[in-house]
């Protein structure tokens, strides 16, 4: 394609995702001014708007102005104003809401959480486990594997997996990273609801797929739209745990940006506190909650205080060795009751 036409069809796509989320928020609108008599529903629905303008915003300000053409720089200049307008309607909601009514909204508005950290470190234990405590306590969950060396699905309790989303969801898009993304049309919670597979507990599961199996092509096809999923769920009432891969590599490329709270995992190892000094500049204005895991009897890390402790435990690595959830099989595990007191610590984090 010559560059005038590779760098139009560029531009294409950023004014069809600027419009595809403008949509999406209108669409959230709809749905909280219907449920507008002074009630709960309508409360929660209007903080999913507030959140999803600030997300959305967030990414729109990544548009480099200096280097867009003026149908790009009008396309975004009516976005923002379109979700300000939008952010500003749900700041008088919320701030407008009856105490009490607030506090119950907060209460069951879905927290969005990210996992980092070393490999090895234990993210995906701490996220299958978080994800199932969730679900048990009422929540609906999406738990997705962001790391295409999966392992998120077997840690939940289902088989393992190396499908990544069917090929009804994605469409080719060539200005789209890898050239894939979301079906136009379809909406991230419709894919949700019909592309998850459901996990025990009820827990969603979604993930890229696998690098290496028979088809090589399955992450690259998945991953522009499983975050496309992630950064566009408006639904208000939704928890979204991702499991990310190992280091700073995806943290970097923002695989996180959907998230308003970050889980960073480390263990006991000097190596894994230097990838976390390395991850803290990436965790940006989210909220940050430091985990240590594995710890026996050594130090904590100088300058890396943590707000949860989970200790070594070795009926993990036989929960591993069998294939199984460590909450299916050791259910009693001081892990899964450690896990537990961080599901109250994020869900805690969301009533502020
Ligand atoms: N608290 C713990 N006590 C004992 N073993 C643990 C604990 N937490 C995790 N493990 C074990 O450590 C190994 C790594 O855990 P896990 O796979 O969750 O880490 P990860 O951070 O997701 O790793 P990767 O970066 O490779 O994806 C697994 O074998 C797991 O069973
Ligand atoms: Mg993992």
């Not at 294409?12 to 209108?26: E, N, P, T």
């Not at 700041?91 to 950290?117: C, Q």
């Not at 240590?292 to 009897?297: L, M, T």
């Not at 904590?300 to 949860?308: K, S």
């Amino acid at each position: 394609m010559p560059a005038d036409a590779q760098l139009a069809a560029r531009e294409d796509w950023v004014i069809h995702w600027l419009d595809r989320r403008k949509d999406g928020v209108g669409a959230l609108v709809a749905r909280a001014v219907a449920g507008a008599t002074p009630g709960r529903d309508s409360t929660l629905a209007w903080l999913g708007v507030q959140r999803q303008v600030r997300s959305f915003l967030r990414q729109a300000a990544t548009v480099p102005r200096d280097r867009s053409s003026e149908r790009v720089l009008a396309a975004l200049d009516d976005h923002v104003a379109a979700l300000s307008a939008a952010g500003a309607r749900a700041h008088v909601a919320v701030a407008t809401a009856d105490p009490a009514t607030l506090v119950d909204a907060r209460s069951r508005f879905g927290i969005r959480v990210a996992l980092i950290g070393k490999g090895g470190a234990g993210k995906t234990v701490i996220s299958s486990t978080l994800s199932r405590l969730l679900a048990r306590r009422g929540r609906n969950v999406v738990a997705v594997d962001l790391d295409v060396n999966p392992g998120l699905a077997i840690s939940l309790g289902l088989p393992a997996t190396d499908a990544g989303l069917p090929p009804e969801a994605i469409e080719e898009a060539p200005s789209a990273p890898y050239g894939w993304q979301l079906t136009t049309g379809l909406s991230p919670e419709e894919a949700v609801a019909r592309f998850a597979t459901v996990a025990p507990d009820g827990v969603r599961y979604l993930g890229l797929g696998k690098i290496g199996s028979a088809d090589k092509e399955v992450a690259r096809r998945s991953v522009a739209a499983v975050r496309q999923i992630l950064l566009g769920l408006g639904a208000p009432d939704w928890d979204v745990v991702a499991d990310l891969e190992a280091g700073p590599t995806t943290p970097f490329e923002n695989y996180h940006d959907f998230s308003d709270h970050v889980v960073m995992v480390i263990g006991p190892a000097w190596r894994s506190a230097m990838t976390a000094r390395r991850l803290l500049p990436m965790v940006g204005d989210r909220r940050l909650t430091i985990v240590y895991n594995r710890f026996r009897d050594e130090p904590d890390h100088p300058g890396l205080p943590p707000d949860l402790r989970i200790p070594f435990d070795a009926d993990l690595t036989q929960a591993e060795r069998e294939g199984r959830a460590p909450i299916d099989a050791c259910p009693g595990s001081a892990v899964v009751a450690a896990v537990g007191r961080l599901a109250d610590l994020v869900v805690a984090a969301q009533q502020r």
